[in-house]
């Protein structure tokens, strides 16, 4: 466990912490400089141990560890799939375990990672449902999936990450304030590009508008799955709280505010969300919006063996009525299926596995 006494570097930008670090470096008896030094091995030289801070003497390294964490996460299980795709569960200090993903492509090494331990929303296509909520994760939490998959994008891709998806276990903005810290972390820490980095939520009305009060350009996407009311609330019970026209309504404000192009995820379930005739009322829904359309072919669960990925051929006639509809849409091939990389899969095969070891 962090000890109460430890304040998480990691937690929130840079300058949320230099006060405490400042007093620290300076009732040490140590000079100033020291603090530049320690905020390069955090947030340059991804260090998760002061032992690493090999240009400070050894007692204040012995001090620094005894008043502030480098919030370091344990590798529980690594996969890694012949399409390059890496996912790790992390165990946390409690022993919650979360999951992040590495996804090279020619152009791009995104990090998707976790908000969550677990998530409440039981979402019915969605692994991660099907365990429920544990806990909210830190603000630190999430920063160090970054900080530890920076490593080992460096040590073992040569390369390091472009961008971050919040589209890990959990729901984001169901955990707005250490998301937020997180994001300026990300941003103001570690340097990444506020448009780097997106948000991906099921349709939370108020974080939506926080997020569109922020000043910096942070990505925005939305998992949509259903462009009617009954349906959606089949698939996703945030429906309920959340319909669709006041989602849409949330979209339009966060557009006026931001003026950014809005993602919007689409799952295609065979025979469940895929007719053409919902195309043409996805097209008709998003209709003034400026968004682009991801199309998933739904990647199965152990709880939905009834389910099955829209084939192909229907996925590019759901694809064309769109693009007929003047909708900008891409169908996007799902990465490491061999190692159950969508959210929540490694988690629930890794307990599956556990229990079945009992
Ligand atoms: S899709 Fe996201 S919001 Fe829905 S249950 Fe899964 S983690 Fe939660």
């Known amino acids: 466990m962090v000890e109460n006494a430890s304040l998480e570097l990691l937690s929130g930008a840079r300058s949320d912490r230099r006060t405490e670090l400042e007093t620290f470096v300076l009732e040490a008896g140590e000079p100033r400089f020291r603090v530049e030094q320690v905020e390069a091995w955090v947030f340059d030289h991804d260090a998760r141990s002061f032992a690493e801070m090999t240009n400070l003497p050894t007692t204040l390294r012995a ?7 480098l919030t370091p996460l344990e590798v529980d299980t690594v996969a890694r799939s012949r399409d390059g ?4 569960l992390w165990r946390l200090d409690d022993d919650e375990r979360v999951e992040s993903v590495l996804i090279p492509t020619r152009e791009r090494l995104t990090l998707c990672l976790s908000s969550q331990a677990g998530c409440a929303l039981g979402c019915r296509f969605c692994a991660t449902g099907d365990f ?9 939490e999430i920063v160090a999936q970054y900080r530890e998959s920076r490593r080992v994008a460096r040590e073992e891709l040569g390369r390091p990450i472009s961008n971050v998806v919040y589209m890990g276990m959990g729901e984001p903005l169901a955990n707005l304030d250490a998301v937020l810290a997180s994001l300026r972390g990300l941003h103001e820490g570690f340097g990444l590009g506020a448009r780097r980095i997106t948000v991906s939520t099921v349709g939370l009305v108020p974080g939506i508008m926080e997020l569109a009060r922020r000043p910096e350009p942070f990505e925005l996407a939305v998992s949509l799955h259903a462009p009617l009311h009954e349906l959606r609330l089949e698939l996703m019970p945030i429906e309920r709280r959340y319909p669709l026209p006041e989602l849409f309504g949330a979209l339009r ?3 006026a505010h931001k003026n950014r192009r809005i993602s919007l995820e689409y799952t295609l379930i065979d025979g469940v969300n895929d007719d053409r005739e919902l195309a043409e009322t996805l097209a008709d829904l998003t209709h003034g919006l400026t968004c682009f359309i991801n199309l998933i072919p739904f990647n199965p669960i152990p709880s939905r063996p009834e389910w099955r990925p829209t084939p192909k051929d229907r996925i590019a006639v759901f694809s064309e009525a769109l693009e007929a509809r003047g909708v900008p849409n891409a169908v996007r091939t799902p990465r490491g299926r061999d190692i159950a990389a969508a959210c929540g899969q490694l988690r ?11």
């Open 132 to 140: 429920g909520f544990r806990r909210q994760l830190r603000s630190a």
């Open 253 to 255: 404000a966060y557009q």
């Open 85 to 88: 795709t890496i996912k790790h």
């Open 348 to 358: 629930l095969s890794r307990n599956e596995s556990s229990s079945s070891d009992r």
């Open 63 to 69: 001090r620094l560890a005894e008043r502030f964490s």
